[in-house]
């Protein structure tokens, strides 16, 4: 089932205007209507923080796969914003690497010539520019995907912080890290903006027939909040549950062998820096009679 939200019922699919050879950087006239595709499956307090983060951007659309029974949070989050639900599709399935469900939205919404924005609903990418004018710089290169590397964020202890919808993300979680490279082994690289019926290839880490575009985006990815063990438990039960070849070299195990190890993320184990102006601190020790 599908459930149209907000500002009109109709799903559009509107191809971005494209010309053969550009003389000069492509100038996109006007303001171009953006979507961006996401899946929320188990913890949806992201989406507030999420909505608001990718509209000042200039994300006009937001497609949202979930199960049924996290409909009435999900309007309650997106009263402001134009919203389309889909609950017929495995969002679960994202969780083991799968990239089915985003598939099946971009099949039914996506034009053959529209840019999109695909992302998980931690992943909050820092755009250097509005999105309008980021599609024109890529599409005159001749580009079909702008990727983002990974940038995982943690709390200035290194501890499991909770949040609210008030919250400042980026003063909660101060520190950012290449983790998912430097302690999980896995691909830090992401395809986020992506043109017309792009296929996965892995997952969103690579595509079929793409042509990057030539600078590399950031990912602030909030994921490690509260929950964040137990998400990582359930991702591990899950990958082992479906034969998943997601987490077969053991990336969910080192996450909670690094916490087990330390007791918090030890950040300055894995060349974690400072953003902003954060407040000064002790350096917590680590525990005695463990290795670094």
Known sequence: MMQDK????????????????PPEPLRLIGRMDLKLFVCVVDDERLLPHFLRHYEQFGVTEFHIAAPQHLANSIDGASRNYKVIQYHDFDAAASFTGGAE?????????????EWVVIVDLDEFVEFPEPLNDLVGRIAAEGANIARGIMYDRFAIDGQLKAFDDDSELSQLFPVRARFRRLVMGGNEIK???????????????????ER????????????????????????????????????FDGEFKRVLDHYERHG?????????????????????????????
């Not at 469900?101 to 010539?113: F, S, Y």
């Not at 996965?200 to 880490?205: Q, V």
């Not at 509260?226 to 039960?237: G, K, P, S, V």
Request: charged share 25%.
């Open 6 to 21: 907000g500002m009109g019922s109709e799903l559009r699919a509107t191809a971005a205007h494209s010309q053969a050879t």
């Open 101 to 113: 469900a985003v598939t099946k939205m971009r099949e039914l919404a996506q034009g053959a010539e």
């Open 191 to 209: 395809g986020v903006l992506v043109k017309g019926g792009l296929k996965s290839l892995a997952a969103h880490h690579k595509f079929y027939d």
């Open 212 to 247: 990057p575009y030539s600078e590399t985006l950031e990912i602030s990815h909030y994921k490690w909040n509260d929950r964040a063990l137990d998400r990582t438990r359930l991702a591990r039960d899950m990958c082992s549950a479906a034969n998943s070849p997601w987490d």
């Open 264 to 292: 918090r993320f030890a950040w300055e184990t894995f060349g974690g820096e400072i953003l902003g102006g954060a407040p000064r601190f002790s350096m917590p020790v680590a525990r005695s009679g463990r290795n670094g």
